[in-house]
């Protein structure tokens, strides 16, 4: 990624699409610590996070949810939830306390599964529901730690038509928590509705950016980067 | 509202007392045993004590945290030789003393080695617990003076418990192994069952996830794994007060072996498995040594071939599922433990 600058503001949902190997997911990595920045500077809420590991990043309020499901497969969804209510809490250290009789962040995964309509799944072992509700699981799990800015990359991805649209219902949802998003597409029409202000990558650059009701107007642009020709 | 919804997920008592039946039925066997068998049969069955503890240990960082250590018979060899030379050697008789000073001193080296092991993962987290496993042993060789070679310390009383007018046989020694080993299982299932269990286990199967979500994935790998060499240290140390004698080979890549096949042969996603992996170790032992003393490794080659052909998984999870056909009946899919 080469002279990549932008940033989200409170309450903004900001998507970044482009092709495959357009750099979306580097930029994530890059975002979230995987990867060490070579140049350039990060600032999450005014501070600089360029040089911090991710856990670090996750404490002062980042959340990212993956391209590809990292759910833990042979355990329940109820216990997918766990690691992910107990990160923020001094909890996550306690070594001889049952991890099922902590009630309130039970509570708390119950409340998170049931925006998902997840709950009634609960005692389901997370490789048996459907790839759709794997999505929202992660989403939830994503929740869990109370972010301030949520990475989602790609959650439209290899998702039915109407799954895609109950997503976009749960995007709606985090933006009325006013949690910030950014969000890596590949499906235009989906970041088009979800997003508020639109970047189009192309080999590690930004090469557009505007509103996405703009971007619906302007033809040239469309068809250049996105293979769309008309309105 | 959690409390409430939670009901179906709580169990009535009755089916409580059908899960629990399994532990009291394991408890009494363990129990009872030792009473009913001759002097010979109680040392060995102590072994399957010692060694238990020792497996439960490896199975912490393997099985529950995914670092396979190729050298963890280094801190059962220092629990053993620690405990060795503070009674033989600096004559302090009171177990309470010595006993926990040869945890502390094992759990100070685990910590050591661990910062130098956990900075690789995978395959070279094994060979660098190999090369530290061999340290241990080539300084138990050389270090003479104080470990007196190849030749083993030997003379190591059993624990002095500070109880006037008690004196050790076998099978008291053998209910204080089991009373030991009832304690590191209580404490180990807490651990896992614990935030800190579940922690590792995430860390086990996704750790960049865990790391996204705030977990300090190394931090959580240190803790398991000075844990881990905590309980296998005590399992040395038992060892040695159990022999007598405590041998360089003691803490070799023979033990690690041996520790790692009981582990495997157990499994190691039941918690209860690596115990199993030492009955049946121990036991097939001794067998061999009194039938085919000479055929000892190709047997337990054999054992091992036979365990990741026919029981993937490991024998504990097998015995899991046949517990969950009796108690649901044959064919039943509830509750089914997946490999």
Known sequence: MQDVSFSVEIGEKLAIIGPNGAGKTTLFNLLNGQFKASDGRIYLFNQDITNISTQRRAHLGQARSFQMNTLFPTLTVLDNMQPAVHVLKPSRFHMFRSITSYDDHITKAQKLLETMALWEKREDLAQDISYGEQRKLEIAFSLASEPKLMLLDEPSEGLAPIIVKEVGKVINRLKKRRIPILLVEQNPPFALKAADYVYITSKGLIVYESTPDELKDDVEAKGKYLGVTGR | ?339
């Open chain 2, 1 to 339: 509202m959690g409390g409430i919804a939670l009901e179906p997920i709580k169990r009535s008592s009755q089916e409580q007392l059908v899960r629990l039946l399994p532990y009291i039925f394991g408890l009494l066997l363990f129990t009872m045993f030792p009473l009913l068998v001759p002097t010979y049969l109680q040392t060995m069955i102590t072994k399957v004590f010692v060694f238990a503890i020792f497996a439960m240990s490896l199975n912490l960082i393997w099985g529950y945290t995914g670092l396979t250590s190729l050298g963890h018979a280094a801190y059962f060899g220092i629990g053993g030789y620690v405990y060795a030379i503070l009674v033989t050697r600096y004559g302090i008789e009171s177990f309470w003393v010595s006993g926990p000073l040869s945890i502390l001193a094992t759990g100070l080296v685990a910590a050591a080695f661990g910062i130098v092991a956990l900075r690789v993962t995978g395959v070279y987290f094994l060979l660098v617990t190999l090369a530290l496993g061999r340290l241990v042993y080539y300084v138990a060789v050389k270090w003479r003076s104080m470990t007196q070679g190849s030749d083993g310390i030997i003379g190591i009383a059993l624990p002095n418990l500070g109880l006037p007018g008690f004196t050790w046989n076998a099978t008291y020694f053998c209910f204080f192994v089991l009373f030991v080993l009832i304690i590191c299982y209580i404490l180990l299932y807490l651990i896992v069952k614990s935030p800190f269990g579940y922690a590792l286990q995430g860390v086990r199967d996704q750790e960049p996830r865990m790391r996204c979500l705030g977990y300090n994935t190394w931090l959580y790998k240190y803790i398991a794994f000075i844990i881990a060499g905590i309980f296998a240290g005590i399992a040395g140390m038992l060892f040695s007060q159990y022999l007598g004698v405590f041998h360089p080979d003691h803490t070799g890549v023979a033990m690690s072996t041996v520790v790692l096949l009981m582990v495997i042969i157990g499994g190691t996603r039941m918690f209860f498995g690596p115990i199993i992996g030492a009955i049946v170790i121990v036991l097939l032992e001794y067998f061999a040594s009194l039938y085919m003393p000479a055929r000892w490794p190709m047997l337990l080659g054999a054992v091992f071939v036979i365990a990741v052909m026919f029981l993937r998984g490991g024998i504990g999870i097998h015995l899991v599922r046949l517990w969950e056909k009796v108690i649901n009946g044959y064919g039943s899919v509830k509750g089914c433990v997946p490999l």
